[in-house]
């Protein structure tokens, strides 16, 4: 029996070859390698793509974060509340521009930040909000805006599970200050290697994020900040370019593949994710719980179903950031997920057939 992969890009690259061969072809016969015509039409087509003013491609999207912070002016003696149940990069990037990552928790099932706990976490040194888009769901951006604004606080959008994901009407990244995207190739949108890129509505920041992961230049040989390397390669934009067209359908086939678990897992056995309203996730990944996992990885290793655990551990509890500040009444949510939280196979080429025998091994699961 051929095992069922949580996840496999070289279906998609298969089907894509050609275009990415006349991608690869495009910049080598140019060999410019930096800072080009292809990152230049893919910061357009993506802005255009999400609607909004500015779009600076980047090294990766743990840098888009760090840029957008640092163009926010967040500095060493901040706070900036980030949820706990996520990838490292939210307190990575926190901690490269000085300042302290404030663990927030999650809203129970629906793995995005709870406003009330970010209401909590607030101190008077509290600059800035990082929500992220968990799981390619919109988190409850509302919420967030108002306690941004009664606390003049800058709102980052983590839209690295998210590329396209609307919350609405608008899509997830033009809504707060900045919107901060990673192309890594696991992501809904992703290249052949890191990429990354900051979205903002606002002139001043994205001249910031420009200067800053340009080695500080507006011009060549001009040094107007101390900035740092960050860059989204030629051959990096020129994948997305043959990508990004292909997007909507690929999130479309996720939903549907969502549609399909969510009728199909027996509720009695799994609690499913909580989504607001399905047409406007983009379900990077599907989580469900289960309160036996242990045995219940062992049977769909046996029954050939690939699943993965996103995140194993909240990010307050590994060793480098357990001296950071959590929210005060603790992080029940996200402490309690940990342990029954996992990934199903999702991505868009997977098969109805495929989709069926996961159904159908999990709900012959007999603990
Ligand atoms: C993948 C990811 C990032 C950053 O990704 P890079 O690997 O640095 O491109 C940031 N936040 C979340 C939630 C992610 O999953």
Request: glycine share 8%; hydrophobic share 35%.
């Amino acid at each position: 029996m051929n095992t069922i992969p949580h996840f496999d890009i070289s279906r998609q690259h298969q089907k894509l070859r050609p275009a990415l061969d006349e991608a690869y072809d495009r910049v080598l016969s140019k060999s410019w390698f930096v800072l080009g015509e292809e990152v230049k039409a893919f910061e357009k087509e993506f802005g255009e793509y999400l609607g909004v003013k500015h779009c600076i491609g980047c090294g990766n999207g743990t840098d888009a974060l760090e840029l957008a912070l640092k163009a926010a002016g967040i500095k060493a003696g901040d706070e900036v509340i980030v949820p706990a149940n996520t990838w490292v990069s939210l307190a990575e990037s926190v901690i490269n521009v000085g300042a302290s990552p404030v663990f927030a928790d999650a809203l129970p099932g629906e793995y995005t930040i709870d406003p009330a706990s970010v209401q909590r976490c607030i101190s008077k040194t509290t600059r800035a909000i990082i929500v992220v888009h968990q799981y390619g769901q919109p988190a409850h951006v509302n919420e967030l805006l108002e306690i941004r604004d009664a606390h003049k606080l800058v709102l980052i959008e983590d839209c690295a599970h998210a590329h396209g994901a609307v919350y609405q009407e608008k899509n997830v990244g033009t809504i707060g200050d900045f919107g901060c995207f990673s192309f890594y190739p696991t992501k809904n949108l992703g290249c052949l290697g890191d990429g990354g890129a900051v979205v903002t509505n606002d002139d001043e920041y994205a001249a910031t994020v420009r200067l800053v992961g340009n080695h500080g230049q507006p011009a060549r040989d001009v040094h107007k900040v101390a900035g740092r390397n960050s860059r989204l390669h030629e051959l990096q934009a020129a994948f997305l370019r043959s990508k990004l067209p292909l997007l909507d359908q690929w999130n479309t086939r996720r939903r549907s593949i969502a549609t399909y678990y969510m009728y199909g897992l027996d509720r009695s056995m799994y609690r499913l994710p909580q989504v607001g309203d399905p047409d406007y996730a983009v379900f990077h990944q599907y989580v469900i719980q289960t309160d036996d996992r242990e045995n219940l990885i062992r049977h769909l290793d046996r029954g050939g179903v690939g699943v993965a655990i996103h995140y194993p551990a909240p990010i307050n509890e590994l060793s480098p950031y357990r001296s950071f500040r959590t929210d005060p009444e603790g992080l029940s949510v996200c402490s309690s997920e940990k342990s029954s939280i996992l990934s199903l196979p999702m991505f868009p080429e997977l098969t109805d057939d495929e989709v069926q025998r996961v159904i159908h091994t999990l709900n012959n699961f007999r603990g």
